[in-house]
């Protein structure tokens, strides 16, 4: 392999981010232009990029406003882009999906709304229930985050506590939607992207319920009350209002994972994909993915070497600490780190969009050496990852993988190089 690792394993990554570029999947699903006015809104933090491809291939008038996360702007000629808080919320998206609901309420039926929604829309997108305030969603955002629930979970209860998810901004308008989703969500399930905006499902209310029980989720006491009314219950997907609605995956962790796959045999090395759609607890993926790697590295099974492994999905982390600093996938490499010490393999771990968690970066480089050059900086590595900091011990030895945003997301890329 003429590439050092951390070329190689950054160029899978780049391969993984080009496959997800939103303009390949928009150009593919394309609707066809209405009687009456297009209208585009969205939500995420590529959705500002989304918006920018479809100004370049869609012929004919456009308007419409999308939020993103703040510094993931760009720009575009007739479609605004609002930036806001991610991943805990704030006023100027509750101002954004007041605008996105009022952008839609008054077309007609030949009008067309243009959706376009990717992950981080969730949090972009606040709109408290009455009796509930943006630091009542604030404090539930904070505890899911914290809770080590999958996203699909934190999906279920988020979409029974607003007005504008679960479908219900698309049932706000009596035009017709067409929702184009880049899915950073494992399965692909389109109303789980952002807490589906624009996509119902049959979760209920009680089945938030559950699982704010089942995570011990300590909410305050005016969602739960309002979660036991029927007030909180979403739209069916039954609902005739939907029956002239489409819905398009433009983009998954699937299709990413093996545009890295081939980018891996371009450079004569042999990859392998565990899954696209793995989650859990981050630290304990990491030392399922190193027992794996392990024996490809002493025992040639049951991947033979030279491999890359490949995996993705969205695992999730459990606060045990505050003030820690890093994200799931630098919580990830340290985990990993630990348990190949002194093991010849090289891996990435990082998010697609370009941050992990709330810091500036992607996630991080590790090898069978990061425990040392951690001790030798004088920190306990055990000690970071206790504390979910696992971003401060990277950031000290420069391991720290930066790309700035990407302009997609499909979630979590991670590459494990055994030579």
Known sequence: ??????????????????????????????????????????????????????????????EGIVVTRYGYGCETR??????????????????ASRRLIDAVSNLTEDDLVIALICGGGSALLPSPPQGLTLTDEIAMNEMLLASGAPISLMNVVRKHLSTIKGGRLAAATKARVVSLIVSDIPGDNPAYVASGPTVADRSTRHDALEIIRQYKMPLPQVALDFLASPAADAP??????????????????????????????????????????????????????????????????????????LSGGETTVTLRAKGGRGGRNGEFALAMALAIEGHDMHLLAADTDGIDGSENNAGAFADGKTIERLRAAGL??????????????????????????TGTNVNDFRAILIR
């Open 78 to 95: 007739n479609i605004e882009i609002i930036e806001a808080s991610h991943p805990v919320p704030d006023s100027a998206g509750l101002i």
């Open 236 to 309: 069916s997907p039954d609902d005739p209002i939907f029956a002239t609605h489409e819905h398009h995956v433009i983009a998954s962790a699937g299709v990413s994972l093996e545009a890295a796959a081939a980018q891996a045999r371009a450079q004569g090395i042999t990859p392998v994909i565990l899954s696209d759609a793995i989650e859990g607890e981050s630290r304990d993926v990491a030392l399922v993915h190193a027992a794996i790697a392990r024996e490809v590295l002493v025992k040639d099974r049951p991947f033979a070497k030279p491999v890359v492994i």
């Open 380 to 405: 306990d590595p055990r000690r970071l990852l206790d504390g979910n900091d696992s971003y401060s011990g990277f950031a000290v030895i420069g391991d720290l993988f930066e790309t700035g945003p």
């Open 1 to 62: 392999m003429p590439m050092q690792p951390r070329d190689f394993l950054t160029d899978l990554f780049s391969a993984a981010v080009r496959a997800a570029d939103p303009l390949t999947g928009i150009k593919a699903h394309l609707p066809a232009r209405p009687k009456g006015r297009t209208v585009v809104i969205g939500a995420g933090k590529g959705a500002a990029q989304m918006a920018q491809a479809l100004e370049t291939v869609w012929d004919g008038p456009l």
